[in-house]
C-alpha cells in the first residue's frame, strides 16, 4: 500500500469514526459560510439596484446656463448634446431638458415649463401623475396650481404670454436653484393659436387684466410634493409656438450613475468655454450614500463577528477530536510518526469540513439571500458565482486556521508520557 493510500485511509477511517464530532465542525462551517454569502450578496447587490432606484427619484446634477446679458438664450441643442456626452463619459445618465417661461392664466403670473414628455417621465418615475402625461394641445398642471384655479382633468385654461413678463428673468424661472428639485414632468399643449398680443405688454396697467392668449386643455395633474407642482408643464413645440419663437433650454436634469458626481460637475465646470455651469443635487445623492454605507458597514461588523464564531467553532471542535487522538498520536509518533505529518493530516481534515461546510452553506445563503431580498427590499437576485468560489475558499482557509492551536498542541504530545499512561 502507498504512503498515499494509506494517508487516505487514515483520514477516512478518523472522519468516520468520530462522524459526530466531523458533523459539528462541518456545520460551523456551514453556518459561518451561508451567514457570510447571504449578508455578501444581499450587500453587493442590493446597494447597486438601490443606486439605480434611487436615481429614478429625480436627477442628481443640474446643469444652467451662464448667461452674458445679451438676454435670455438658454442653453444650446449642441450644448445639451456636447454636456450629455460628458456626462455619459463618466457613467449612464438620463436627462431631461426644461424651457421655462413666465405666463398668465386669468391674468394670474404662473411659470409654463416646456419640457419633452418622454424625457421627462424617464426621469421621474416618482412623480404622481393624475390622467395623463402632457401631449398636443394639453397641459399638465402641478397640485398647487390646480388647487388655486379649481382646476380638474378635463378643464380648458388659457395661457397668455407676454414678452415683457420674461425679459431679464432668470434662465432657471422654475428650477430650484439650490439643486433641489426632482425635474419636471412631461408636458404638451399643441398650441391652436398664437402668443397672446406679445406686442401689448409694454408694462401698463391695462395689460394687468388681459386674459387673452391660447386654450389649452388639461390633461393631468402631477402631485411630488415639490416645488414641482407650482408648474405647468407643456411640449417645448408648445411653448414654442406660445413665446413666438425657439431658443435654448433653461436647465438640464441628469440623473447619473457616475460613481463620482462631484467629479462630473468638476469637469463641466471647469469648461468656461461652454457657458454653463452643473451643481450636484445633494438631497438624492446624500440620502443614497448614507443608505448604502449604512447597509456596507452593517455587513462587515456582522462578518467580523460571523468569523470570529466560525474560528472559535471549527478549533472547538479540532480539539476536541486531538483530546480524543491523543494516545493514538502518542502511539503513531512511538513508531516514527513526525509531527509535520501529523499535522498534515489534521489539517487536510479541518480543510474537508470547511470545504464540505462552505458548499452546503454557500447555497444555504444563496437561497437566505433570495428569500431576504424578495420579502425585505422587494428585489431580485441572481447567482454570483465569483463569490460563491470566494465563499467556499474562505470556508476551507478559516477552518485550517481554526486547527492551528490544536494542531500546535498535538505536535507537542511526548509518546514516552503517553505510552506510560497505558
Same mark, same amino acid.
Given at each position: 500500500m502507498?504512503?498515499?493510500?494509506m494517508?487516505?485511509?487514515?483520514?477516512?477511517?478518523?472522519i468516520?469514526?468520530?462522524?459526530?464530532?466531523?458533523?459539528?465542525?462541518?456545520?460551523?462551517?456551514?453556518?459561518?459560510?451561508?451567514?457570510?454569502?447571504?449578508?455578501?450578496?444581499?450587500c453587493?447587490?442590493?446597494?447597486?439596484?438601490?443606486?439605480?432606484?434611487? @436615481?429614478?427619484?429625480g436627477?442628481n446634477?443640474?446643469?444652467?446656463?451662464?448667461?452674458?446679458?445679451?438676454?435670455?438664450?438658454?442653453?444650446?441643442?449642441?450644448?445639451?448634446?456636447h454636456?450629455?456626452?460628458?456626462?455619459?463619459?463618466?457613467?449612464?445618465?438620463?436627462?431631461?431638458?426644461?424651457r421655462?417661461?413666465?405666463?398668465?392664466?386669468?391674468?394670474?403670473?404662473?411659470?409654463?415649463?416646456?419640457?419633452?414628455?418622454?424625457?421627462?417621465?424617464?426621469?421621474?418615475?416618482?412623480?404622481?401623475?393624475?390622467?395623463?402625461?402632457?401631449?398636443?394641445?394639453?397641459?399638465? +398642471?402641478?397640485?398647487?396650481?390646480?388647487?388655486?384655479?379649481?382646476?380638474?382633468?378635463?378643464?380648458?385654461?388659457?395661457?397668455?404670454?407676454?414678452?415683457?413678463?420674461?425679459?431679464?428673468?432668470?434662465?432657471?424661472?422654475?428650477?430650484?436653484?439650490t439643486?433641489?428639485?426632482?425635474?419636471?414632468?412631461?408636458?404638451?399643449?399643441?398650441?391652436?393659436?398664437?402668443?397672446?398680443?406679445?406686442?401689448?405688454?409694454?408694462?401698463?396697467?391695462?395689460?394687468?387684466?388681459?386674459? =387673452?392668449?391660447?386654450?389649452?386643455?388639461?390633461?393631468?395633474?402631477?402631485?411630488?410634493?415639490?416645488?414641482?407642482?407650482?408648474?405647468?408643464?407643456?411640449?417645448?413645440?408648445?411653448?414654442?409656438?406660445?413665446?413666438?419663437?425657439t431658443?435654448?433650454?433653461?436647465?438640464?436634469?441628469?440623473?447619473?450613475?457616475?460613481?463620482?458626481v462631484?467629479?462630473?460637475?468638476? =469637469?463641466?465646470?471647469?469648461?468656461?468655454?461652454?457657458?454653463?455651469?452643473?451643481?450636484?443635487v445633494?438631497?438624492?445623492?446624500s =440620502?443614497?450614500? @448614507?443608505?448604502?454605507?449604512?447597509?456596507?458597514?452593517?455587513?462587515?461588523?456582522?462578518? +467580523?463577528?460571523?468569523?470570529?464564531?466560525?474560528?472559535?467553532?471549527?478549533s472547538?471542535?479540532?480539539?476536541?477530536?486531538?483530546?480524543?487522538?491523543?494516545?493514538?498520536?502518542?502511539?503513531?509518533k512511538?513508531?516514527?510518526?513526525?509531527?509535520g505529518?501529523i499535522?498534515?493530516?489534521?489539517?487536510?481534515?479541518?480543510?474537508l469540513?470547511?470545504?464540505?461546510?462552505g458548499?452546503?452553506?454557500?447555497?444555504?445563503g444563496?437561497?437566505?439571500?433570495?428569500?431576504?431580498? =424578495?420579502?425585505?427590499?422587494?428585489?431580485?437576485?441572481?447567482?454570483?458565482?465569483?463569490?460563491a468560489?470566494?465563499? +467556499?475558499?474562505?470556508?476551507v482557509?478559516?477552518?485550517?486556521?481554526?486547527?492551528?492551536?490544536?494542531?500546535?498542541?498535538?505536535?507537542?504530545?511526548?509518546?514516552?508520557? +503517553?505510552?506510560?499512561?497505558?
Amino acid at each position: 500500500m502507498t504512503n498515499t493510500k494509506m494517508f487516505l485511509v487514515m483520514l477516512w477511517g478518523a472522519i468516520f469514526r468520530r462522524r459526530g464530532r466531523a458533523v459539528m465542525a462541518v456545520v460551523a462551517s456551514l453556518v459561518g459560510a451561508a451567514t457570510l454569502f447571504c449578508l455578501a450578496a444581499t450587500c453587493i447587490a442590493v446597494p447597486q439596484q438601490m443606486n439605480e432606484e434611487m @436615481r429614478s427619484y429625480g436627477a442628481n446634477l443640474i446643469v444652467t446656463p451662464i448667461e452674458n446679458g445679451d438676454g435670455k438664450t438658454g442653453i444650446s441643442t449642441a450644448m445639451v448634446k456636447h454636456t450629455t456626452d460628458m456626462v455619459r463619459a463618466k457613467g449612464e445618465a438620463t436627462y431631461a431638458t426644461y424651457r421655462y417661461e413666465n405666463v398668465r392664466v386669468n391674468a394670474a403670473p404662473y411659470v409654463l415649463a416646456g419640457v419633452h414628455t418622454a424625457q421627462v417621465r424617464a426621469l421621474n418615475h416618482h412623480w404622481n401623475v393624475d390622467g395623463a402625461w402632457p401631449s398636443a394641445g394639453n397641459v399638465m +398642471v402641478g397640485r398647487d396650481v390646480a388647487d388655486a384655479m379649481g382646476l380638474t382633468v378635463g378643464s380648458r385654461i388659457t395661457i397668455g404670454y407676454r414678452a415683457s413678463d420674461n425679459a431679464g428673468a432668470d434662465s432657471a424661472a422654475g428650477a430650484d436653484s439650490t439643486g433641489e428639485t426632482d425635474s419636471d414632468s412631461a408636458s404638451g399643449a399643441d398650441s391652436t393659436g398664437g402668443s397672446g398680443d406679445p406686442g401689448a405688454s409694454a408694462g401698463g396697467s391695462g395689460d394687468i387684466l388681459d386674459t =387673452s392668449g391660447t386654450e389649452f386643455r388639461v390633461c393631468g395633474i402631477v402631485d411630488t410634493g415639490g416645488s414641482e407642482d407650482e408648474i405647468i408643464y407643456a411640449l417645448a413645440s408648445d411653448v414654442d409656438k406660445l413665446a413666438g419663437g425657439t431658443r435654448g433650454v433653461d436647465v438640464i436634469e441628469y440623473s447619473s450613475g457616475a460613481a463620482d458626481v462631484s467629479q462630473v460637475v468638476q =469637469s463641466i465646470n471647469d469648461m468656461t468655454s461652454m457657458h454653463v455651469q452643473a451643481q450636484q443635487v445633494t438631497k438624492i445623492t446624500s =440620502s443614497d450614500t @448614507r443608505i448604502i454605507t449604512m447597509l456596507r458597514t452593517l455587513f462587515w461588523m456582522v462578518s +467580523v463577528v460571523v468569523l470570529a464564531l466560525t474560528l472559535v467553532g471549527v478549533s472547538t471542535t479540532i480539539s476536541s477530536i486531538v483530546a480524543q487522538r491523543r494516545n493514538e498520536i502518542g502511539l503513531r509518533k512511538a513508531l516514527g510518526a513526525s509531527s509535520g505529518s501529523i499535522g498534515v493530516e489534521f489539517y487536510v481534515e479541518s480543510g474537508l469540513y470547511g470545504l464540505v461546510g462552505g458548499v452546503l452553506g454557500t447555497a444555504v445563503g444563496y437561497l437566505l439571500a433570495r428569500l431576504l431580498t =424578495s420579502t425585505v427590499f422587494g428585489r431580485t437576485l441572481g447567482f454570483d458565482g465569483p463569490l460563491a468560489v470566494g465563499s +467556499v475558499l474562505l470556508s476551507v482557509i478559516v477552518a485550517v486556521l481554526a486547527s492551528v492551536p490544536p494542531v500546535r498542541r498535538a505536535s507537542r504530545i511526548d509518546p514516552a508520557v +503517553v505510552l506510560r499512561e497505558e
